[in-house]
């Protein structure tokens, strides 16, 4: 486990681009935290950590966004409105390409619906910033949890 406590906004896109580096296809991450916390924040500096300026925009109404950047399928998962996890059947969760990397907010939502994580960033408010701890779930969590120390 890794907390990292960071005072900015481009502080958080900035750790966002360090994971783009370390994430390796396929791989899931869950984010945890309150509404405002930054997981939509911190997914938007690792999206444009993949080479290329990409406008991210939270999923909330449309449940996920794909992106394509260079080569690689990424799927934004915002699943704060679904009422129920069988919901994910209807939005082609099991069709998705198996060589994606998924990034799924509100992952509690979807539970036993959802491929289990690689990393889990929960993201607390501070007085000062925002207190990230990050919980690898696999041998893929782990190499980017210690690549990161």
């Known amino acids: 486990m890794l907390k ?4 900015t906004e481009l502080e958080q896109m900035a750790l966002g681009v360090r994971l783009a580096a370390l994430l390796p296809q396929p791989s899931v991450v869950y984010l945890q935290g ?7 924040t911190l997914v938007r500096g690792l999206l444009n ?4 300026a990409v406008r991210v925009k939270s999923p909330t109404y449309t449940l996920i966004e794909p992106y394509q950047l260079n080569g690689a399928d990424f799927y934004h998962m ?4 679904l ?9 082609g969760i099991r069709d998705l390409p198996e060589t994606a990397i ?16 690689d990393l889990a960033i929960t993201i607390a408010h501070q007085d000062v910033g925002r207190l990230l701890t990050l919980t690898p779930m696999s041998e893929i969590g782990c190499n980017i949890v210690d690549k990161l120390q």
């Open 4 to 7: 990292i406590h960071l005072t």
């Open 49 to 52: 950590g993949f080479g290329e």
């Open 34 to 40: 309150d509404l405002g916390a930054g997981k939509t």
């Open 83 to 91: 009422a129920d996890p069988e919901e994910l059947e209807y939005l």
């Open 78 to 81: 915002d699943l704060y409105r």
């Open 102 to 117: 998924l990034l799924v907010e509100w992952p509690e939502r979807g539970a036993g619906m959802l491929p289990p994580p």
